[in-house]
């Protein structure tokens, strides 16, 4: 997979394992819903490091407890094109 596409499944594993909506999220890291819908539909290109530090600041977790998941093993991971 793409890794955007694997920010998106990580975001949403997240989302569910603490029963949350995505407006919830949205307005815990004080991310645009409209940002974060596009991040999770995998629209666009590539996903803001700025957007991944917000999910984070959220979710209340650091970047390395986000990454830290075995969907972002390289051999999970097709390059971007």
Do not use: V
């Not at 290109?45 to 390289?74: H, Q, V, Y």
Request: proline share 2%; net charge positive.
């Amino acid at each position: 997979m793409k890794l955007k596409q694997l920010i998106s499944l990580r975001t949403r594993r997240l989302l569910k394992e603490r029963a949350w909506t995505q407006y919830k999220l949205a307005s815990r890291g004080a991310i645009p819903f409209s940002t974060l819908s596009y991040t999770l539909n995998n629209h666009g290109k590539s996903i803001r490091m700025e957007t991944i530090l917000n999910i984070c600041r959220g979710f209340d977790i650091s970047l390395s407890d986000f990454f830290n998941d075995s969907l972002f093993a390289p051999e999970n991971i097709a390059d971007d094109d």
